[in-house]
C-alpha cells in the first residue's frame, strides 16, 4: 500500500489535522485492509513533506529515481 498525496490548507498545517489523517488512513490500512507495509511518496523537492512524513515516525528507504518526468 502507498500514500501518495494529501493537501491541506497552510492554516491547518503543523496542527493535530494532519496528525489524525494520517493516523486515520493509516490505521484503515492495517487494520481494515490488513496491508503488512504502508509507503509514503513525496516529490524529492518538498522537504515540509519529507520532514512531516518523518514526524510521524516514519523511516526514508530511499528515492525512486527518472519515474516522473519535471
Not at 7 to 30: E, G, I, S
Not at 42 to 70: C, M, P
Amino acid at each position: 500500500m502507498e500514500i501518495g498525496y494529501t493537501w491541506y490548507a497552510k492554516r491547518v498545517q503543523h496542527t493535530h489535522v494532519n496528525t489524525t489523517c494520517k493516523l486515520l488512513l493509516l490505521t484503515h490500512a492495517f487494520e481494515t485492509l490488513g496491508c503488512n507495509v504502508v509507503g509514503w511518496r513525496t516529490d524529492n523537492f518538498n522537504f515540509a513533506s519529507q520532514r512531516a512524513i518523518e514526524r510521524l515516525g516514519a523511516k526514508k528507504d530511499g528515492v525512486i529515481r527518472g519515474n516522473v518526468l519535471r
